[in-house]
């Protein structure tokens, strides 16, 4: 099982950024791809982003293309996600998820471990 802590959420206004980060601890190892996903109220989770660990791979959601960047750093077994340009339908609790193999990236049933989400509010 692979721990993970999401920090740095916040409030900003449209067009400001925030940098989210995730730190993994536990079997480490067994992962292969780290994801991003968000749930705003009512609304199921949205894919973001993800990251295969090994191959650095990346997946974006068009949604935020070209706005939030995904990056990892193995040495901290921390991923980030910075989002730039924010609008106010971003508002969501963001969390990060791991997946044990390769697979569709983007359906949440992939993942096995999630973290406790962060919220993440932009005004208008």
């Known amino acids: 099982q692979v721990q993970l802590v999401e920090s740095g959420g916040g409030t900003v206004q449209a067009g400001g950024s925030l940098r989210l980060s995730c730190a993994a601890s536990?079997?480490?190892?067994?992962?292969?791809?780290l994801g991003w996903f968000r749930q705003a109220p009512g609304k199921d989770h949205e894919f973001v982003a993800a990251i295969d660990w090994y191959i650095y791979a990346t997946y974006y959601a068009d949604s935020v293309k070209g706005r939030f960047t995904i990056s990892r750093d193995n040495a901290k077994n921390t991923v980030y996600l910075q989002m730039n340009n924010l609008k106010p339908e971003d508002t969501a609790v963001y969390y990060c998820a791991a997946a044990d193999k390769r697979g569709p990236y983007r359906s949440s049933s992939e993942y096995g471990s999630w973290g406790q989400g962060t919220q993440v509010t932009v005004s208008s």
């Open positions: 536990g079997r480490t190892s067994r992962t292969y791809i």
